[in-house]
């Protein structure tokens, strides 16, 4: 059994991505034995009315919410937001937003983001920060959105120790209070593998040394990224079965409350 935490569908307005309707992502997870995925709206990610692309994504997963796990992609920022959210999870059965501080104009210290933290939390909901979109080298011209400062995570997680985020595409974190086992902070987050080391620096192990098997998670980034790499990651991962199983998938149907 494998849960991939960090997917996506449709449209990026700066690359073309391939697999990224439910119908192809699906064939693609078949192939590599990925038996369910968290998938969000990359079409969301620079639409000026996020909700458009959480609408697309809802019709998209419909006919198959068994494989397909919808996180809403909300804009604190825009006034709209607390009737998206709302409609994201009663409507369309949402488990979970993904936040974009970046590319929507706010930062997560802001009160607005706050704001929503908390409402999301309220209907536990999953938060998943990704700390970036794209490699720095593949981005467009048009754009220059940093990675999300680890620093600026550390004081979110520590000041919402209620809430229950999910980092993905992140690195680094050994170096943090995120990572460490000294941090301080509430055990209310996730780490997710797909950015992480699992030979050389062997950010993973570390990570799952430092703060237990059951704070991390895998994903693959699909389909930004190919898959092969955090599957190769997980395989030789230099864990027993039973921590194996943890990142692989029990700890994401865990928090996401799957079967």
Request: aromatic share 8%; net charge negative.
């Amino acid at each position: 059994m494998i849960i991939d935490f960090n997917a996506y569908l449709g449209h990026f307005a700066f690359r073309r991505l391939r697999h990224n309707s439910a119908t192809s992502l699906l064939k693609r997870m078949d192939e590599k034995q990925i038996d369910k995925a968290v998938v969000s709206s990359a079409s969301a990610i620079t639409y000026r009315n996020t909700q458009a692309g959480n609408e697309e994504l809802a019709a998209e997963v419909e006919s198959h919410r068994d494989r397909l796990i919808p996180f809403a992609v909300i804009n604190p920022f825009y006034a709209g937001w607390r009737d998206d959210l709302k409609a994201c999870h009663e409507t369309m059965g949402m488990k979970g937003v993904r936040l974009y501080p970046g590319w929507h104009n706010y930062r997560l210290a802001d009160q607005s983001c706050h704001d929503l933290i908390d409402a999301a939390t309220e209907r536990e909901m999953l938060i998943s920060i990704p700390i970036r979109v794209e490699d720095a080298r593949d981005r467009s011209w048009l754009v220059d959105v940093p990675d999300i400062p680890l620093a600026e995570v550390t004081t979110l997680v520590k000041a919402f120790p209620k809430a229950r985020f999910v980092l993905l595409n992140g690195i680094g974190y050994t170096s943090t209070p995120l990572g460490r086992k000294d941090g301080g902070l509430p055990a209310n987050y996730l780490i997710e593998i797909s950015r992480l080391d699992s030979v050389l620096a062997n950010e993973i192990g570390q990570l799952m040394a430092n703060l237990g098997a059951d704070r991390v998670v895998f994903g693959t980034g699909m389909p930004f990224n190919y898959p092969d790499p955090a599957l190769l990651k997980l395989e030789i991962l230099d864990a027993g079965k039973d921590d194996k199983d943890l990142v692989a998938w029990k700890n994401a149907a865990n928090w996401l409350r799957e079967s």
